[in-house]
């Protein structure tokens, strides 16, 4: 079992920035690839992007250039840097982990955070 707990989540106008952090327990954090999805009333949960055990990235069309994933190994969390932030960019974001190397559809996810909102203004 792991243990995910989103923060960061919050109101910011279009252009603003908002990081995101996922603190995880459990299981050891470093097994695992650490993705990040979310979700917007009528839609599916769409994957945002994904930091693999060897900290390599790989990020969804609609955020490369501003979104940024990382993870801290000694700290147990893995986090989102979301920059030029758009109204389209509003939706419940969940931080997930899974166990395979590469991982962008929500089946694929093994553990689930209860998700943080992010609502941006125009």
């Known amino acids: 079992q792991v243990q995910l707990v989103e923060s960061g989540g919050g109101l910011v106008q279009a252009g603003g920035s908002l990081r995101l952090s996922c603190a995880a327990s459990g299981r050891t954090f470093s097994n695992y690839a650490m993705g990040w999805f979310r979700q917007a009333p009528g839609k599916e949960r769409d994957f945002v992007a994904q930091?693999?055990?060897?900290?390599?990235?790989y990020y969804a069309d609609d955020v490369k250039g501003r979104f940024t994933i990382s993870r801290d190994n000694a700290k147990n969390t893995v986090y989102l840097q979301m920059n030029s932030l758009k109204p389209e960019d509003t939706a419940v974001y969940y931080c997930?982990?899974?166990?395979?190397?590469?991982?962008?559809?929500?089946?694929?996810?093994?553990?689930w955070g209860q998700g943080t909102q992010v609502t941006v203004s125009s």
């Open positions: 930091v693999k055990t060897g900290s390599t990235t």
């Open positions: 997930a982990a899974s166990s395979r190397q590469l991982a962008i559809a929500a089946w694929e996810y093994t553990y």
